[in-house]
């Protein structure tokens, strides 16, 4: 089992930055590719970005790509987000996910992320 649990998240201006983190407990992750995903309301959840195991490789999506970079630390079991230029449109509870055979297993319970303009 795994537990993760966000924080960083608050109140910014539009074209601020914020640096979500995410801490896992349990268990390591360091076997396990980690995902960022957000949830605005009324709206799916939408998925940000990934990265595996070793932080060798990343993807994001197209909405977020060139702002948004996902790191990690695993001697501190922790995926970090960090957002610059950000929009208003970027408003929403922001989720860091373990993947585990090839699905995503483990979720937190979000930090919320407010942009105002």
């Known amino acids: 089992q795994v537990q993760l649990v966000e924080s960083g998240g608050g109140l910014v201006q539009a074209g601020g930055s914020l640096r979500l983190s995410c801490v896992a407990s349990?268990?390591?992750?360091?076997?396990?590719?980690m995902g960022w995903f957000r949830q605005a309301a009324g709206k799916e959840r939408e998925f940000l970005a990934t990265?595996?195991?070793?932080?060798?490789?990343?993807s994001y999506a197209d909405s977020v790509k060139g702002r948004f970079t996902i790191s990690r630390d695993n001697a501190k079991n922790t995926v970090y987000l960090q957002m610059n230029s950000l929009k208003p449109e970027d408003t929403a509870l922001y989720y860091c996910?373990?993947?585990?055979?090839?699905?995503?297993?483990?979720w937190g319970q979000g930090t919320q992320v407010t942009v105002s303009s």
């Open positions: 990265i595996n195991w070793r932080g060798s490789i990343t």
């Open positions: 996910a373990a993947q585990t055979a090839g699905s995503y297993d483990y």
């Open positions: 349990g268990r390591a992750i360091t076997s396990d590719a």
